[in-house]
């Protein structure tokens, strides 16, 4: 992370939005580096050892969202040990507490883009991730019971988000609901 600030572009949209597929298909094209908020904690919770770990995944299978400074201090690790200058930033900040705790501690160090918003229906969503689970993805969070969690927290606490970025004019609003391909021809127009 030395000399200029990296450019950060924050990835938000519902769970099995599809932000995970469309990065991949951003790193490849574009060559940014895919951090996943979720992915950082839960490599986190699985180190032997890791003083967060419990706490972690408490929050995880509770579909409730982990301490900010636990999450910045993730990301801020993963991009200091990066040669990469430009970082997609997926599912984050996603409440207003995560805002800030990013503003506090990360908002002079980086140089945040836009926000890339995947807006897909709730029903959709559910169906991608049981099916994601169901194809054995290994997350303890892709069972109904966590589901109906996730999708509640997600409106309450990341949609105001979301909407705070609209009001800065920084948010490109996707369509999700659509085919991976169709979805990616929209998403390069904003990377180009």
Request: charged share 30%; net charge negative; aromatic share 8%.
């Amino acid at each position: 992370m030395a000399g200029d600030k990296p450019n950060v572009v924050f990835v938000l949209g519902g769970p099995g939005a599809g932000k995970g597929t469309q990065c991949a298909k951003i790193v490849d094209a574009f060559g940014y580096q895919h951090l996943s908020a979720g992915d950082l904690l839960r490599e986190e919770r699985s180190k032997p050892g890791s003083e967060f770990g419990e706490l972690i995944e408490s929050h995880i299978t509770n579909g409730t969202i982990v301490p900010v400074e636990i999450t910045c201090s993730l990301l801020e690790r993963a991009m200091i040990t990066s040669e990469a200058v430009n970082f997609l930033i997926d599912g984050f900040p996603r409440n207003q507490d995560n805002l800030e705790g990013w503003n506090k501690t990360m908002k002079d160090k980086v140089n945040v883009k836009f926000v890339l918003f995947f807006n897909c229906d709730e029903e959709t969503c559910v169906k991608r991730c049981l099916s994601r689970g169901a194809a054995g993805s290994g997350r303890s969070d892709d069972n109904e019971e966590s589901l109906k969690k996730r999708c509640n927290t997600y409106v309450k606490a990341t949609m105001p988000i979301i909407q705070h970025f609209k009001e800065k004019d920084m948010v490109k609003e996707i369509d999700a609901g659509r085919t991976p391909d169709l979805v990616f021809n929209e998403v390069k127009e904003y990377f180009a």
